[in-house]
């Protein structure tokens, strides 16, 4: 008997030991689109890849997959070569309810709901107003927000609505999840 509680014991010592190191967590994934969090940046690539995407990366060091001349289907961003968070852009007629009953479906009510606005550096400047809901479940989190459409004083239009849908993983590079 106490040779098995020390052999568990041991056991427990090494999960601790990597959950603490930021080795991946399988049982604790995101999938989405088919992309899972811990996947490589050579997974991800070749995923993309067969679906006949492309892969490249911006100047702040994200992956971007999709097609450079038309638009970026996904933006992914790595944590020691680990696939962390995963973002894209989603139509807001078509795809942003289907998708809020998919996530109340899979973690239920939002955590937060939050109205917010931010800088806006466009033409005439100003904010931009968001919605953001956020789910959590154990290390993973969910956001799906949007924007409304805005017009300046002469209603011309300032930006479109849009809306985005992304998925992140509790990760040791991060400082704030």
Known sequence: ???RLRLQSFIMSIVC???????PQQALAFNADGYNSWMTKEQVVALATYRGLMAWENKDGLLLIGKPDTRIEGTFSFCHNWLVAYNRTID???E????LKELMRYYGQPVTVE???VPWSGTGGG???LVDMRWY?????ADLFFNPEARDATGTLKYPRNANLSFSTRNTCWAQF
Do not use: C, H, I
């Not at 030991?17 to 080795?23: E, H, I, P, Y």
């Not at 479940?137 to 989190?141: A, I, L, T, V």
């Open 1 to 3: 008997m106490e040779k």
């Open 17 to 23: 030991v990597a959950a603490a190191s930021g080795l």
């Open 92 to 94: 807001f007629d078509t």
């Open 96 to 99: 942003y309810f289907p998708k």
């Open 115 to 117: 109205a917010r606005e």
């Open 127 to 129: 904010t931009l107003q």
């Open 137 to 141: 479940n154990r290390n993973d989190r």
